[in-house]
């Protein structure tokens, strides 16, 4: 296996983007990527998406985007891995390139969710869990995050108003991403006071869907030091799976998959959670904030809530999260948003965060998590140079 880093960063605003079609916002941000890196062409692209068949009726995104990207010939695929289908896209790449398959590799997270009514889009979401005992029975995963909400207050006694710096820090640094959806700084008041969606999960409790589209251009080290500027190395691509129903887990608040992924990661890397800069971490809901802190290593159980309420995972603070607004305020476009968080990070190793920069950062690390964390992928990325 050779050493695999990033030459290329592309990405689309996310939003409701009536004049743009899926294949459009896929075509601009590989486009882009490969503008970025310097490069004309890959070998091989691999689109992570998951909902172009039920929302869209589109599928054969390989060989639509290679075509619209003007990249027609050239090996291309799609895989699904529910929300953690970007993430696993980056995998599949970064495999292909790391074992000397092919030299150049883009992986794209693309999503066009807006278009139909929100009842389609929760319908078609609803897919990534258990169809006989879950979606079939009703339960969304807004109920299934709530159930896990009231279950972690339940044991450690938090109100609900104790998840709100998770929301209020996404918030805050999404107003400095010109890629954001969400734009806004929220208060802890506007998160005690929001609308009611599944108790105790509210509207701030949750991520946004939104279009959008993300690309990376991998190749192997040796052409990274050639083309100069900043080496961004990834020192880890991890992945792990659990039980895709909830009632099927010995313990609902140990979500196994992002244990194993992360210390899969942290091995490959050679790293520990204390030497990690940034988490980019999938914060769809503020529960699943808090149990990926504690599954991940930064915090023991029941401690992910209050990493958040001492201010520790703010851009000053021991672990920052969702440092362009993660989720929750850039938008969750979600077959995109795995890779969305490897660019954000990619950023953030580059120095090119703009405001939202963390100084002297050399490792970032990205979880892009499926379902109720039934997929997870993890990455570890590097600075070099």
Same mark, same amino acid.
Not at 2 to 26: C, F, K, M, N, Y
Not at 27 to 39: M, T, W
Not at 318 to 323: F, H
């Given at each position: ?10 990405? &689309? ?15 601009? $941000?590989?486009? #882009? %990527? ?21 929302? #869209? ?5 390989? $060989? ?16 699904? %891995? =529910? ?21 150049? $590799? ?26 006989? !005992? ?6 969304? !995963? ?13 044991? !450690? ?17 999404? /107003?400095?991403?010109?890629? /954001?959806?969400? *734009? ?22 949750? =991520?946004?869907?939104?279009?959008? $589209? ?20 990834? /020192?880890?691509?991890?992945?792990? &799976?659990?039980?895709? =129903? ?9 979500? *196994? ?6 210390? *899969? ?30 599954? +991940?290593? !930064? +915090? ?21 999260? #969702? &440092? ?28 090119? /965060? ?11 690390? &990205? ?19």
């Amino acid at each position: 296996m050779r050493d695999v880093a990033i030459l290329g960063l592309g990405q &689309t605003p996310v939003g409701e983007h009536w004049d743009l079609s899926l294949r459009d916002l896929g075509a601009q $941000a590989i486009v #882009s %990527a490969l503008k970025d890196a310097g490069i004309e062409a890959p070998q091989l692209l691999v689109v992570g998406n998951m909902l172009s068949g039920s929302l #869209s009726h589109q599928e054969n995104l390989g $060989a639509l985007l290679a075509d619209y990207a003007g990249l027609r010939g050239i090996e291309a695929l799609k895989v699904e %891995a =529910a929300c953690a289908s970007g993430a696993m896209a980056v995998r599949m790449a970064y495999l292909a390139v790391a074992g000397g398959m092919v030299d150049i $590799a883009v992986a794209c997270g693309v999503e066009k969710m807006t278009d139909g009514s929100s009842e389609e889009t929760t319908t078609a979401l609803a897919a990534a869990a258990d169809d006989l !005992f879950e979606s079939d029975q009703g339960i969304s !995963f807004v109920a299934l995050n709530a159930m896990l909400m009231r279950r972690y207050m339940h044991e !450690f006694g938090y109100r609900r108003e104790d998840f709100a710096e998770f929301a209020v820090n996404a918030h805050r640094n999404a /107003a400095r991403n010109p890629n /954001a959806m969400f *734009r806004r700084p929220i208060t802890p008041q506007a998160f005690a006071e929001a609308k009611m969606i599944a108790t105790p999960i509210s509207l701030l409790d949750s =991520a946004g869907i939104g279009d959008g $589209a993300a690309a990376l251009v991998l190749g192997p080290m040796d052409l990274a030091r050639r083309l100069g500027g900043a080496v961004i190395r990834i /020192a880890a691509s991890a992945s792990a &799976t659990d039980s895709v =129903a909830l009632h099927d887990r010995r313990d609902p608040l140990e979500v *196994r998959a992002i244990y194993l992924s992360a210390q *899969r990661a942290y091995a490959q890397a050679g790293v520990g959670p204390q030497d990690i800069d940034l988490f980019e971490l999938h914060d769809a809901f503020t529960i699943m904030s808090a149990l990926s802190l504690e599954g +991940a290593g !930064f +915090a023991p159980r029941g401690g992910g809530v209050r990493l958040a309420l001492e201010g520790e995972i703010g851009l000053e603070g021991r672990i920052p999260i #969702s &440092t362009m607004g993660g989720l929750k305020a850039r938008g969750h476009p979600v077959g995109a948003t795995g890779v969305y968080q490897i660019v954000e990070a990619a950023l953030q190793l580059r120095g090119q /965060a703009g405001e939202n920069q963390i100084p002297n950062c050399r490792l970032a690390m &990205t979880q892009n998590i499926g379902g109720s964390g039934a997929n997870v992928v993890t990455h570890i990325l590097e600075r070099l140079a």
